[in-house]
């Protein structure tokens, strides 16, 4: 991947240099060993390095299950990992495998190798190995962060799967009603040029979007392609993303819903951690990120009273951050100890929530969508066979 690096070196003053490397540190790394004080460093985006980055993603899940296989069969940690760097095809893979096995040959902790590489390893990642290397039992860690991923995955598919067929019906409904627009409409108003002023106002307007195609159609067509390419690109920014996500928070029923999912991963990352070893303190300043920005002020609002000895079932109760279930659930597990367990099983109870009102929602929604669709394109057809219905019933 390449890095574009803004850097000083005296005589030269600041220059800008390109480096091909792993990651940013080490695009780092390679300036500072040719003398230059780096000032700053970004990704250089193009199509080319997007699509190595998408190859070059180091796999985490497959790492996980295979270091746990090699593990159970006796192997150790460093084995383990040599045996997955002997293996490994992709040059992007093998280098950050081999750089834990030199981190680890010098003495480092396993934690400290992943953290160092914590682009391909993420903090959550990190922190249960840490809590792991505390009881010795790297292997249970490991399961635990597997079947935590598997879940994420499976709600996370559940919405996608559900989405896919509202999104190729839009799709069609969308370019049939393109194709009459621009295609069918501009032929017949050729038809209806001659009839004159006695045209319905609604076909009067269907001729002169039909002139309108006829006179500038390459211009209609760049403006209706470069105000596609502008909508696209607003929703790759993250600014025009949180506005989108603002507004969908505003509303009662899908907030709502919005607020259940970010609950609902908050618990189970955070039960995973506390199951772990990990402190409350730690933990949630870990999870923190997983929550939308509302809910992160009312989050610090909570372990500010965690951290002053409230229990955590009052402290998510006064901050707005339980459900009835998950009030219920949390005083169970203070009272029992186990608190990691019950907050999974929070989440596993909203998962199984959200997936009936996804199921509820597609089965409504999906027909509501096709009447729609339905609807516009029999109104463009009505209106432009408008006309003729009116000269049939003029000559009877």
Same mark, same amino acid.
């Given at each position: 991947m390449q890095f574009e690096i803004k850097a000083v070196r005296l005589p030269e003053g600041v220059v800008a240099l390109t480096f091909d490397a792993v990651d940013e540190k080490t695009a780092k790394a390679q300036a500072g060993a040719q003398g230059y004080t780096v000032l700053t460093v970004r990704a250089k985006?193009?199509?080319?390095?997007?699509?190595?980055?998408?190859?070059?993603? %180091?796999?985490? @899940?497959? !790492?996980?299950?295979?270091?746990?296989?090699? @593990? *159970?069969?006796?192997?150790? #940690?460093? *084995?383990?990992?040599?045996?997955?760097?002997?293996?490994?095809?992709? /040059? =992007?893979?093998?280098? #950050?495998?081999?750089?834990?096995?030199?981190?680890?040959?010098?003495?480092?902790?396993? &934690?400290?190798?992943?953290?160092?590489?914590?682009?391909? !390893?993420? /903090?959550? +990642?990190? &922190?249960?190995?840490?809590?792991?290397? $505390?009881?010795?039992?790297?292997?249970?860690?490991?399961?635990?962060?597997l079947a935590y991923q598997t879940q994420v995955d499976v709600v996370r598919k559940k919405v996608i799967s559900a989405s896919i067929y509202p999104a190729l019906l839009i799709g069609a409904g969308s370019l049939v009603a393109i194709f009459l627009m621009v295609y069918v409409v501009p032929r017949f108003s050729r038809i209806y040029e001659d009839i004159g002023t006695n045209l319905p106002l609604l076909s009067r307007l269907l001729l002169q979007w039909g002139k309108l195609l006829q006179a500038h159609g390459l211009l209609v067509l760049m403006l209706l392609l470069a105000g596609t390419t502008c909508g696209l690109y607003a929703l790759s920014r993250p600014t025009a993303r949180h506005w989108l996500m603002q507004g969908l928070w505003r509303i009662p029923a899908v907030g709502e819903r919005m607020r259940i999912y970010h609950l609902t991963r908050f618990y189970r990352t955070l039960g995973m951690l506390l199951r772990g070893g990990t402190p409350v303190?730690?933990?949630? $300043?870990?999870?923190? *990120?997983?929550?939308?920005?509302?809910?992160?002020?009312?989050? $610090?609002?909570?372990?500010?009273?965690?951290?002053?000895?409230?229990?955590?079932?009052? &402290?998510?109760? =006064? +901050?707005?951050?339980?459900?009835?279930v998950a009030l219920?659930?949390?005083?169970?597990? =203070?009272?029992?100890?186990?608190?990691?367990? @019950?907050?999974?099983?929070?989440?596993? %109870?909203?998962?199984?929530?959200?997936?009936?009102?996804?199921?509820? !929602?597609?089965?409504?929604? =999906?027909?509501?969508?096709?009447?729609?669709?339905?609807?516009?394109?029999?109104?463009?057809?009505?209106?432009?066979?408008? /006309?003729? %219905?009116?000269?049939?019933?003029?000559?009877?």
């Open positions: 985006q193009s199509l080319k390095a997007w699509m190595r980055l998408r190859r070059g993603q %180091f796999p985490l @899940m497959l !790492f996980s299950q295979e270091l746990l296989a090699l @593990m *159970d069969s006796g192997l150790t #940690v460093v *084995d383990a990992i040599e045996t997955l760097a002997e293996k490994e095809t992709r /040059p =992007e893979s093998r280098a #950050v495998l081999q750089q834990i096995v030199a981190h680890l040959y010098e003495g480092r902790s396993l &934690s400290y190798a992943l953290q160092a590489l914590q682009p391909e !390893f993420p /903090p959550l +990642y990190v &922190s249960t190995v840490r809590a792991s290397e $505390k009881t010795g039992d790297l292997s249970e860690a490991l399961t635990r962060y303190g730690h933990a949630l $300043k870990m999870v923190s *990120d997983l929550l939308q920005a509302g809910l992160q002020v009312q989050l $610090k609002g909570a372990a500010a009273r965690i951290n002053e000895g409230r229990s955590i079932s009052h &402290s998510m109760e =006064e +901050y707005g951050l339980t459900t009835p219920r659930l949390l005083q169970v597990g =203070e009272r029992t100890g186990q608190m990691g367990k @019950m907050m999974e099983r929070i989440a596993s %109870f909203h998962d199984e929530e959200m997936a009936r009102f996804v199921e509820w !929602f597609t089965r409504l929604f =999906e027909p509501l969508l096709m009447a729609v669709i339905g609807v516009v394109i029999g109104l463009i057809v009505v209106v432009m066979y408008l /006309p003729i %219905f009116e000269l049939a019933g003029s000559l009877q």
